[in-house]
């Protein structure tokens, strides 16, 4: 059974940082995708950023490049986001999510491209 396990969200204040961290057991993506999505109150599920391919490509929502960076080892299951000069409009449960398939430039932005998704950790950033 394939699990991805997140952790590091918490209460922040704008501009400051956070780091997410996401652990997958069960089986490793090499050569597949593993990111981030995320979904604030109210709002649908939106793509922030992901590793694919390998060598890794990676990829940003224009809503955060330049604040946040993706790093990690889909062959170990790993990946983290480090989020930075945060904003109040950041504040969302984010979400780690893997596929074992490297992906285009609009499939790895699509949710459904996704077949496994981790619980989700709260980022909530304060003004």
């Known amino acids: 059974q394939v699990q991805l396990a997140e952790s590091g969200g918490g209460l922040v204040q704008a501009g400051g940082s956070l780091r997410l961290s996401c652990t997958g057991s069960g089986r490793t993506f090499t050569s597949g995708t593993m990111g981030w999505f995320r979904r604030a109150p109210g709002s649908g599920i939106e793509f922030v950023a992901c590793?694919?391919?390998?060598?890794?490509?990676?990829d940003y929502a224009d809503s955060v490049k330049g604040r946040f960076t993706i790093s990690g080892d889909n062959a170990k299951s790993t990946v983290y986001l480090q989020l930075n000069s945060l904003k109040p409009d950041d504040s969302a449960t984010y979400y780690c999510t893997a596929d074992s398939r490297t992906r285009t430039w609009a499939a790895r932005r699509s949710a459904s491209s996704y077949d496994y998704w981790g619980q989700g950790t709260q980022v909530t950033v304060s003004s």
């Open positions: 590793l694919t391919g390998r060598p890794s490509v990676t």
